[in-house]
């Protein structure tokens, strides 16, 4: 039984280790969220946005009087271990519980913040799902929704760009892509005269879209605009291929292609068009952005890669807001006064929160145009009409 | 010796030892641990289910399958369309069938069903499967995985596509996970000492003269199949409670490679190898988690970079595997005596012995 008394040991010895420490008189903020796997990408540089704005008010004398605490557990991006991650922070006190940027790995965490009755918000998920419909009535999301980019760009290009015939490539991989190209499908009606010239799918490991590009190409006429429904890394091929075969049309995108990270591989990249929250490129329209990217990069060395940072800090300034309104952390007043939101303005767009929808499905974006590889800021849009959250639910 | 045990002890001892070691780290759990280490352990048990049903196939029949994750998934979804309210799946799952649309299942009726549906699932493909022999059997299963996976990654309408679906009771505790395991093992036990399993593994030894001795190796291979696709099909079905949201990605290679590991790890001819191996490697798993935490010693926190513990594992098992190429319980069950004398025997023959009595 040699063996089963070390595997005893061994037991003991993990279960010593996971006692959990309580903290006093602050207030604590828990991440569970990924320091592992590949949602680490994503998670850490929002969270460091986060981080950024949690020390701004500790060094204004705190929240109702006491500092924020950070707390950490990591998810390995997985989801078992996001649920542990997500009571991990709760048994260390945690009154707000932040977690992965993406639905589905942030959900498991998020549930047991729901469950211990705590606030939970995602760090920049863009599903419906991160909030009331997938978590509960105390799940938040940073970020806006998917939906809102497709729309944003369509009615964008329409009005400014007078696109009237738009073609939709969605690539079926993600939930995030499918979002895109709904809130597309959702605007599309709404835009006079304007028609859907065809539409295709591919999948984001897709070596080749070269089919996708020959019914582009067999088109009576080239369509002035190609809502282009996807996500990184899969995203640069396709954009390639399509310049490539000498489409010229405008190519209209959802955030996930943001950031200048990629466009050496696509020289002299010209009519495309991505919207964002806040402008990594330095040309923000307010001031205040370009300070927070320089601060950004005083903290972690290097400049914000993509608008996918700033919901962090979003985040941590809208709750910290509700806290300070409801003068406790409590769950169900800080909630009230979250949902009492209606377009609180904060460094990267106005934030509207109620009683139905724990997202944004209606909101500012700046619109970053790529001419000759150089991504700039031309304008701004806010879609003309909220897009209905049945609608959304049903997708 | 007088105190020799009876026969009906000396038959059940296996999966009674088992089950009460794993009853007493439940107890141990629910009373010392934090609520993250429960559902650590909840995991593990979850992941004894998995590979006792991995056993009762591969253990049995000699035939590695990559495949059995699929079971799991069929599992899970069928117990999430059974659970999750009316309300919900009318707006997310609307090519549900209407009947389907409408049922909420309790979680001790809904579990069974998951378990008969990835039964009859395998039954079907494994009439076909099971007539392939050897190398060609297991890749068959590991296409089984990817079209299964592939199915249900795009089946938007029935399961919600690549994204998660919500809602499935969270009703799992140590106690709940615990019972799992105990009636996993106790399945996979009785199929190894039945008829059809001792048959199974006439083949697996010596495929020539069992088929010669009349053993018809197709059915009895098939009748191993069903029976491991229905543990696990209860295990995916626990799984869907224990993390509430189901996604394709959950069942797929991750889970494969991490529970034939546990199998083998532990030994992949005895049952008691079966659980021993995902004890070892899930407590490893959380020893080198904590560690990578950090642990203070005197004041000092040492922690090891994120990522150690996926080498680590990976280092561990081949270790094991190179001192016990059979296994850490070198494919021998647990049993209240002579189990020290009996290990020091070569285990096939011990085997071959042991069936022939």
Known sequence: MRFVRVLGVLAAASALLATPALAADEIVVGFATAASGFMQAYDKPAQDAAMIRIDEINKAGGLLGKKIKAVFADTKTDQAEGAKAGLAVLDQGADLVIVSCDYDFGAPAALQAQSAGKVSFFLCAESIKAGIPGVGPASFSASVLAAVQGATMAEWAYTKKNARSFYRLLDSWTVYNKGICDGFDWMMPHLKDAALAGSDTFKNDDASVASQITRIKGLPKEPDAIMLCTMMPGAVSAIKQIRAAGIKSMILNGSGVDGSYWLSAVPDLSNFYVPVQGSVYGDDPNPKVTEFNKKYKEVTGGDPSSQYVYPGYVLIDVWAKAVERAKTTDTEPVVAELEKMNGEATLFGPRTFSKELHHQNQGRYLIVDTEQGKPKVVDQWTISEKIPVDYLVSK | MSQRPSVIWRTIATPVILAVLLLAMAALTYQFGSRAFNRTVVEMFINIMVVAGLYVFVGNSGLLSFGHISFMCLGAYMTAWLTIPPVMKSITLKGLPVWLLHTKLPMWVATPISGLFAALFALIVGRVIMRLSGIAASIATFGLLGVVNNV????????????????????????????????????????????????????????????????????????????????????????????????????????????????????????????????????????????????????????????????????????????LPTGLTRNQEFSWRGWPLQRRLAPPVQAALKESN
């Open chain 2, 152 to 323: 249900y990654s795009n089946w938007d309408s029935v399961t919600g596509g690549q994204g998660s679906i919500v809602g499935t009771p969270a009703t799992m505790n140590v106690w709940n996970g615990w019972l799992g395991a105990a009636i996993a093992i106790a399945i996979a036990y009785l199929y190894a000492i039945s008829r059809s399993g001792l048959a199974l593994r006439a083949t697996r030894d010596e495929a020539v003269a069992a088929s010669a001795s009349g053993i018809d190796i197709v059915r009895e291979r098939l009748i191993a199949f069903v029976v491991s696709a229905f543990i696990i099909g209860l295990a995916g079905a626990f799984y869907a409670h224990f993390l509430s949201i189901v996604n394709p990605g959950s069942f797929y290679l991750r889970t494969t490679f991490i529970t034939l590991s546990m199998l083998v790890v532990g030994g992949m001819y005895s049952l008691s190898g079966a659980v021993a191996g995902v004890v070892v490697i899930s407590t490893l798993i959380e020893l080198f988690r904590n560690l990578e935490k950090g642990v203070s010693l005197g004041g000092l926190t040492v922690a090891l970079p994120n990522g150690v513990q996926e080498i680590a594992i990976g280092i561990i098992t081949i270790v094991i595997l190179m001192y």
